[in-house]
């Protein structure tokens, strides 16, 4: 659904947002298309030995993970010395990666090794390229690569299938704000999970996926702050009043696994909304097993939507993540999505 609506003027966000700019939205593909470019991944899959893709980087963060990414480089470098020889590897910040993709043609594939959060970093440069993405799932989420059907593969299954399997079209979410835009692939928070991904920083290295989200909940139930907030989807009134936290899901999970919108497909061209009413702190921590079981949905106090384009309002500061990043606090933001922006190996 497209609407003459315009996003509300945000708040000044955390000065880690000034450096990203909007991303427009790419021209629908047609049904035949779709299905075409389906057809050709079914008919590559069965195939016994897919050719590798024309130009291909693979790319790692020695960061992610905990730092456990860098032990990889070694394996993935001679790895490709027998399976695709002449392939470069780049093991570099998220600076110097995002210079790397830069310089790259459109249509090339950068490989990635990490997470959620490398992902989240160089999805500008990469939609900005016209790059293909293919994900090796090395990071503390992981939820992207679920939602692509790569999360549990093997190290060597992951850079095989990253490499030689074709890329289809991925919706990506867009954060508006005057000062630009920030994509995301999996999702975006706004309230309480958000700062539970704030507190998740916090959480010792060595306590690692789900339960290190588990900690951090826990965690931020002891400091539970509500707040007041207007949610409109599509310039529908989705909610107004208390509210624990408003959820907009590319992806079926976040916090490495919660599936919180069991729905939702990275293909559909719409996002799917979650917004979790007034609790407290015995409300939420009792709703915590439903939510790990994907049944918070049938909930009173749970609302979700799918929406082409979002506004939250708040009458507070509240904090705010994108793909489990913290971006600061802000009392108005507005979301939209932005169909098929990007091709990725799944």
């Not at 339960?211 to 539970?224: H, M, S, W």
């Not at 408003?246 to 079926?252: E, F, R, V």
Request: hydrophobic share 50%.
């Amino acid at each position: 659904m497209r609407t003459n609506w315009r996003p509300p003027a945000p708040a000044p966000f955390h000065r880690f947002l000034r450096s990203r700019s909007s991303i427009p939205a790419p021209a629908p593909r047609s049904p035949l298309a779709v299905v075409s470019a389906r057809l050709l991944s079914s008919a590559t899959s069965r195939s016994s030995g897919p050719a590798m893709t024309a130009t291909a980087i693979v790319i790692v963060n020695p960061r992610a993970a905990g730092g456990r990414a860098a032990k990889l480089v070694e394996p993935i470098r001679a790895w490709l010395s027998r399976h695709a020889p002449g392939t470069p590897v780049l093991a570099a910040g998220p600076d110097e990666l995002r210079s790397r993709l830069a310089g790259l043609s459109p249509g090339s594939r950068a490989v990635l090794v990490g997470g959620d959060g490398s992902v989240h970093r160089l999805l500008p440069a990469l939609l900005a390229g016209r790059l293909e993405l293919g994900l090796v799932p090395v990071g503390t989420g992981n939820d992207f690569a679920r939602a692509l059907g790569v999360f549990g593969l093997g190290l060597e299954a992951a850079l095989a299938r990253a490499l030689r399997a074709p890329a289809l079209p991925c919706d990506v979410g867009e954060l508006r704000m005057p000062a630009g835009a920030v994509p995301f692939a999996s999702s975006l928070s706004a309230g309480f999970d958000a700062a539970v991904s704030r507190r998740a920083l916090a959480v010792p290295g060595w306590v690692g996926g789900m339960p290190r989200y588990l900690v951090a909940t826990l965690a931020e139930l002891v400091a539970l702050k509500s707040c007041r907030i207007r949610v409109l989807a599509d310039r529908r009134l989705l909610h107004e009043g208390e509210a624990l936290f408003a959820a907009c899901l590319n992806t079926p999970s976040y916090g490495s696994g919660m599936p919180i919108a069991p729905a939702a497909r990275i293909d559909d061209g719409v996002l799917d909304a979650v917004v979790a009413g007034r609790f407290g702190r015995a409300g939420a921590l009792a709703m915590l097993p439903r939510l790990l079981l994907g049944r918070h949905l049938g909930h009173p106090r749970v609302l979700a939507a799918q929406f082409a384009e979002l506004a939250i309002e708040a009458d507070a500061p509240i904090p705010i993540a994108a793909d489990g990043e913290p971006l600061g606090e802000t009392t108005s933001l507005a979301v939209r999505v932005l169909p098929g922006a990007l091709r990725v190996v799944r």
